[in-house]
């Protein structure tokens, strides 16, 4: 086993263990103290909603720490794919269904596709060392270890004003209304961006023509 | 459909800090667009939670379609620039592309 193995293994085993770190603490922090106080919906106290998000989450982070870890970058592609997926099902859980259908269109099927095509056009990926190359996982720990706890403590101390959501409902009609009147200047706004960057992203990639002067 | 909006939340920051780190520390200009993708579907995922859990209404959908949208076209674009800087220079690390520096 080369150096390269070791260190693939050791980002997966970092990635897996970030993974079962964060679903250990969701369980103690929330879910054990739930199931305590008889606040869990459903008569098993952990029914099949709170299962379906920690199994999304958790696809979704591991996606996440695959993109930040991972050396091979067509591997950190694949892991962009799952986390993106994550998190389109997650906007499904927060009854956002068009964000979530839109989430899918636009991200995994344009933009997903597009960082592929730069990853085959660019970079030689049978070279691992060379396609992928990071300024190292202790530094990148570093970072994470850094950001990642000020933000979930944040999240979770902060008595937010949250109410107990509604049932789940259907958004888009109301979403149409909305970019039709309220939005409107925005949403052309967004078209005319749209356009701009079609016209640019054409411009700056094709090759130049040599001219004959 | 019990599940706190916190929870939502640490997912988003966790998104966050996973596409944070990929910024800082991917040398390949592919990577460092990956990693803002991540940086931005962990803002989306904050919008949408907070607008079920405590705004109310459809705000927090639109903007996460309008970040969405605008994602599409930060990629459209990087990944031009990516490509021709790669046409130059047959590289596309980071750390090499310094050339408006001189």
Excluded at chain 1, 180 to 188: A, C, G, I, Q, S
Excluded at chain 2, 77 to 95: E, H, P
């Amino acid at each position: 086993m080369n150096a390269l193995n070791v260190r693939t293994l050791a980002a997966w085993a970092a990635g897996s263990a970030l993974v079962v770190v964060f679903l250990a603490g969701m369980y103690a922090l929330a879910v054990a103290p739930a199931a305590r106080d008889g606040l869990a919906a459903g008569p098993g106290g952990f029914g099949l909603p709170e299962l379906l998000f920690y199994l999304l989450s958790a696809v979704t982070l591991a996606g996440a720490a695959a993109v930040a870890f991972v050396r091979n970058i067509l591997h950190s592609a694949v892991g962009l794919l799952a986390a993106l997926l994550g998190a389109g099902s997650l906007y499904v859980l927060l009854s956002a269904d068009f964000v979530a259908v839109t989430q899918l269109l636009v991200y995994v099927g344009g933009v997903l596709v597009l960082v592929l095509f730069a990853v085959m056009l660019t970079s030689r990926i049978t070279e691992v060392t060379v396609s992928n190359r990071s300024f190292g996982l202790f530094g990148g720990l570093l970072l994470l270890v850094a950001a990642a706890p000020v933000l979930v403590t944040v999240a979770l101390v902060t008595p937010w004003p949250a109410a107990p959501p509604g049932p789940l409902a259907p958004s888009t009609a109301a979403i149409g209304d909305g970019l039709l009147t309220r939005w409107l200047l925005p949403f052309e706004v967004a078209s005319l961006i749209l356009l701009a960057t079609l016209v640019g992203a054409v411009a700056i990639a094709r090759k130049e023509l040599k001219s004959d002067d | 459909m019990s599940i706190p909006l916190p929870h939502f939340l640490v997912v988003g920051a966790l998104l966050f800090a996973l596409g944070l780190v990929t910024v800082a520390t991917r040398r390949n200009a592919v990577g460092v667009l990956m990693g803002v993708e991540l940086i931005l579907n962990g803002a989306n995922v904050n919008f949408v939670a907070f607008e079920r859990y405590v705004g109310g209404g459809v705000s927090g959908q639109v903007f996460a379609l309008f970040v969405i949208v605008l994602a599409a076209a930060e990629a459209a674009v990087g990944l031009a620039i990516v490509l021709a800087v790669f046409q130059l220079s047959r590289s596309i690390d980071v750390r090499q592309a310094d050339l408006l520096r001189e």
